[in-house]
């Protein structure tokens, strides 16, 4: 009985806090199903194992992707696209997990956005020294939508800037559990992450997994 009442309310770690216009910071909440978030991922990356990609003029990232969903992220020497084949194993990306979208969708409502129905994941990895530089996210079809973000595993210096690359970038730290909902006008805003510092997390050992979840067609 006792179990049930505390299933009940929220994880009392959780807390929210708006950084931005539309962006909103849950801290902690994905917490509560953190197992099934990494059972699931460990799912996905036997099937899409994650692949260091190179960006149109060559370099390689730091950060090792792979994706599920209907549409995964993928850049090459074409550029950056959404693609429904994982172009190295020529097959679909794996079904996004029901958890994950659950999750995504939960989070994006309690930020204000009912209805998200994200078809894309995408699954960065950072070991010590990745990083990502500033950039925007524009290769989505519809920038109403907003990108709902996860963080697992060892907590990373999130760089925050504005509509202009030249803003001076505002810093969080994002940790395990965290989720951040970008919306209005914050969709659109330069940001970036600061080479990762090694650490050893419980669950994830040396390495930070971010989720975005993207409405990409
Ligand atoms: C703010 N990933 O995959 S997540 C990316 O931690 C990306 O792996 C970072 O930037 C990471 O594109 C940051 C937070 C995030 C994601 C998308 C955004 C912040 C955003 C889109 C607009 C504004
Ligand atoms: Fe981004």
Same mark, same amino acid.
């Given at each position: 009985?006792t ?8 994880d ?13 910071l849950?801290r ?6 953190e197992?099934d978030?990494? =059972? ?5 990356i036997?099937h ?5 990609? &190179?960006?149109?003029s ?7 992707m ?7 992220w993928?850049?090459d020497? &074409? ?6 084949i ?6 679909p990306?794996?079904?996004?997990p &029901?958890?994950f979208r ?6 994006? =409502?309690a ?17 010590p020294g990745?990083?990502?530089s500033?950039?925007q996210?524009?290769?989505e079809?519809?920038?109403? %939508?907003?990108?709902v973000?996860?963080s ?15 803003d ?16 209005g006008?914050s969709r ?8 990762l ?6 669950l994830?050992?040396?390495?930070r997994? %971010? ?7």
């Open positions: 009985m179990g049930d009442l505390f299933e009940s309310v929220a009392p770690r959780t807390c929210q806090q708006s950084i931005a216009e539309g962006a909103v849950l902690a909440f994905a917490r509560s199903v197992q978030l990494i =059972a699931a991922l460990h799912d996905i036997t899409t194992p994650f692949r260091h990609m &190179s960006t149109r060559g370099h390689q990232m730091s950060v090792a792979t994706n599920c969903g209907d549409a995964g993928v850049t020497r &074409s550029g950056y696209r959404y693609d429904g994982d172009p190295q194993s020529g097959k990306w794996p079904e996004m &029901s958890v659950e999750l995504a969708g939960r989070a994006a =409502a930020a204000g956005f009912d209805d998200f129905l994200p078809d894309a994941c995408l699954i960065n990895r950072y070991q990745a990083r990502m500033l950039h996210d524009r290769d079809r519809d920038f109403g %939508n907003p990108i973000s996860v697992l595993g060892l907590p990373a210096i999130f760089l925050f800037g504005g509509p202009e690359r030249s001076r970038p505002r810093r969080f730290r994002l940790e395990h559990g965290d989720i951040v909902v970008w919306g006008p659109l805003f330069f940001h970036g992450v600061a080479p510092a090694d650490g050893e997390h419980n994830l050992g040396h390495q997994i %971010n989720l975005t979840f993207r409405k990409a067609h």
